[in-house]
């Protein structure tokens, strides 16, 4: 069964551009490293300050697979290295959805 994997992000707003280029940057990390990126999603109108990003995998041992790849990777570490240094994220939350499928 497929879950994905939705991150809600609190970003700090002056900082909207810092968390653009930490977003970006996983847009290539995150296949890489074996995760079936569906996007990442600023702030566009209303609230300033949450962004998301949502990943698919075929089952949760495969999200497991996927962080221990995605730590061990000198791209992704830099990435959260970034993050750390910069202080543009203030929390996040991950919540593991499951697809709705049609009745047979």
């Not at 996927?66 to 994220?89: M, S, V």
Request: charged share 25%; glycine share 4%.
């Amino acid at each position: 069964m497929t879950v994905t994997c939705c991150i809600r992000y609190v970003i700090d707003p002056f900082q909207r551009d810092a968390f653009e280029e930490y977003a970006r940057n996983w847009l290539r990390i995150i296949p890489a490293c074996g995760g079936d990126l569906l996007g990442y999603f600023l702030p566009h109108e209303g609230t300033n300050n949450i962004a998301l990003a949502m990943i698919s995998f075929d089952s949760l041992a495969a999200y497991e697979a996927y962080r221990a790849r995605l730590k061990a990777d000198p791209e992704g570490a830099a990435n959260f290295r970034l993050a750390q240094e910069k202080r543009f994220i203030l929390s996040e939350e991950r919540t593991f959805l499951a697809p709705v499928q049609a009745a047979r």
